[in-house]
């Protein structure tokens, strides 16, 4: 077999392999299968580089002159010039044809990248809370803040969103003369209802215990403690960071509403890391 057919050969199972790879990636093939058909891609297209770069690409040849008859130079010219076009003609369609592999093969390669998903962009950073979303419990029903019993605890969520993990909240009624919240932080607190997000700030766990006497809510993980009187301060445990404070008031039905999303990123502390503060990425 001569070198260009093989060349050609070699791209051609290239091509094969690529198409194939994509079909068996789009109708949900094995990974076994994915792989033979992008070994015969990768192995076709580095065979046909190895056989060209060997037996096509000329190296150059020095002819001695010498005295020649005039019938003899016309004739080895027009053989020549004979040779040349086909060869140009030939290299021209292996060209393409080299072209048409590396692009299918770097078709296939990239359609994967569909499968990775979304980026999660800012959502690592949002909750589904919003100004004017009233607060209800795992029923779907709101609350007002005389439906809550004093040093009790309520999960709840915002309306429309029951069950969404991030969106997970301690709602706790105490007296608000026993409150030592943080600056600017009193009137989120109407009638003595306090609202912290329920995912620890140590390892993402559920905050799930109360001690309504010491007013302390304890993560069942790593025992981390915090003081919901103090803005939810970790005062025992790993815990670096308070739990983020849900901002609420009282709307004109009586119903507890946020005043929008939490203030910082819940869950575990890395946000401390990659954003100092723990602030909003916006």
């Known amino acids: 077999m001569t070198a260009p057919r093989a060349v050609a050969l070699a791209l051609a199972i290239s091509i094969l392999g690529s198409l194939a790879l994509v079909a068996i990636y789009v109708f ?31 190296a150059p040849i020095e002819v001695e002159e010498r005295h020649s008859f005039a019938a003899q130079e016309r004739e080895a010219s027009i053989a020549e010039g004979a040779a040349d076009g086909e060869q140009i003609s030939r290299r021209r369609f292996l060209s393409r044809l080299l072209a048409g592999a590396g692009a299918i093969l770097t078709a296939a390669l990239v359609l994967p990248a569909f499968s990775l998903g ?34 009790s605890v309520t999960t709840v969520f915002p309306e429309g969103f029951v069950g969404r993990p991030d969106t997970q909240t301690l709602l706790i009624k105490v007296r608000p003369s026993d409150l030592a ?10 009638e003595g209802c306090i609202a912290y997000s329920k995912v620890c700030t140590h390892a993402g766990c559920p905050v799930g215990l109360y001690r309504a006497r010491e007013h302390l809510l304890l993560c069942p993980c790593h025992q981390s403690t915090f ?7 970790p005062i025992f ?32 502390g890395f946000w401390d890391m990659t954003h100092p503060g723990g602030r909003r990425m916006r």
């Open 118 to 151: 979304p980026q999660p962009g800012t959502d690592l950073f949002r909750t589904a809370w919003r100004r004017g979303m009233r607060l209800v419990d795992a029923g779907n029903q709101p609350l007002r803040p005389d439906d809550i019993v004093l040093d």
């Open 237 to 268: 445990g790993p815990a670096a960071r308070p739990l983020p404070q849900l901002p609420m008031e009282v709307d004109p039905e009586g119903y507890l509403v946020a005043l929008g999303d939490f203030p910082e990123p819940i869950g575990p």
């Open 28 to 58: 949900g093939g094995s990974i076994q299968l994915q792989g033979i058909g992008l070994a015969l891609a990768l192995g076709g297209l580095g065979t046909a580089i190895v056989i060209w770069a060997v037996g096509l690409i000329e």
């Open 181 to 190: 919240l943080p600056s600017g932080r009193d009137a989120w607190a109407p």
């Open 227 to 233: 003081d919901v009187l103090r803005g939810a301060t």
